[in-house]
């Protein structure tokens, strides 16, 4: 591949249920590897043994100047990598789901789950409160932007990041194992990018309750990686040249119709 090229580290954990042995684990494995963006996947900070409840998650949030966030972002600037990981973030009185991006020390974005999980017998709205606004980032020559795990689902924010111009999506998750979930967790992947000339990359957990399968999408709509049910870190090169190509084979920004849309909306604002 030419053009301009980012290595990415995917990392597919099963997260302990202690923040701060996930802490721990997840600052052994930066340490261990030299990539330009090193990814987390949803619920970084833990999961307890059985559901996710509202004790545990207000018990470990923490702001963004907590002890857990705060050394993840100082080890960015130590080893000078980029890393996108994910937090229960404590502002005010609300807990979000969130994802962080940090570089060499610095934070370029803070992407807050507007999706909350109110499906399969889940509801993560009773323990969230939900974002509402996309977060993009520039990350050398690309602009990178941020999802969480259920956002996936939702087509719309996707396509709002397409016509600000992104290139990589990027979409930390805890995807709950089930009856054809991995199949919904291919193809909706695969669709993000395909209909937004973007790169999708999907980075979750494994383990009992979760499916594995991290996976890299090309902008064409096709897997170029896919990390399997293991724990494991994986590295992969994203290409400029690649984007570029897709963009001139499938202009999707160009032949789509925004302003018919719009209308389409208008037309039926509340049905």
């Not at 340490?31 to 330009?36: G, L």
């Not at 923490?62 to 937090?87: M, N, Q, V, W, Y």
């Not at 807050?112 to 323990?127: N, P, T, V, Y």
Request: charged share 25%; net charge neutral; glycine share 6%.
């Amino acid at each position: 591949m030419s053009g301009e090229i980012v290595n990415i580290l995917l990392n597919q954990i099963n997260v302990y249920e202690e923040k701060e042995k996930n802490l721990e684990k997840v600052l052994g494995i930066i340490d261990k590897h030299d990539s330009d963006l090193i990814i987390f996947p949803e619920y970084t900070m833990g999961v307890p043994k059985g559901k996710l409840t509202k004790e545990y998650v207000w018990k470990n949030a923490e702001p963004l100047d907590g002890e857990f966030i705060t050394r993840i972002i100082d080890k960015s600037e130590e080893k000078g990598d980029a890393i996108i990981f994910t937090a229960y973030l404590k502002e005010d009185l609300r807990v979000y789901n969130a994802a962080i991006f940090a570089d060499r020390g610095r934070i370029l974005g803070v992407y807050k789950k507007i999706h909350l999980f109110d499906a399969f017998g889940f509801r993560e709205s009773e323990i969230f409160s939900h974002g509402s606004e996309l977060t993009l980032s520039t990350y050398k020559q690309f602009k990178i932007g941020l999802a969480v795990c259920f956002d996936i689902r939702f087509p719309e924010i996707f396509r709002a990041m397409m016509y600000e111009n992104v290139d990589i999506i990027i979409v930390p998750a805890a995807w709950y194992r089930g009856k054809y979930k991995i199949l919904q967790w291919y193809s909706l992947a695969l669709s993000r990018a395909h209909e937004n000339n973007a790169y999708v990359i999907m980075v979750n957990q494994t383990g009992e309750k979760f499916t594995g399968h991290s996976l890299v999408a090309s902008p064409l709509g096709y897997i170029l990686l896919d990390l399997g049910e293991e724990e494991k870190s994986v590295s992969f090169e994203l290409s400029s040249e690649e984007i570029s190509i897709s963009r001139k084979t499938l202009p999707m920004k160009q032949l789509s119709k925004r302003d018919l849309y719009i209308s389409f909306y208008r037309k039926n604002p509340k049905s």
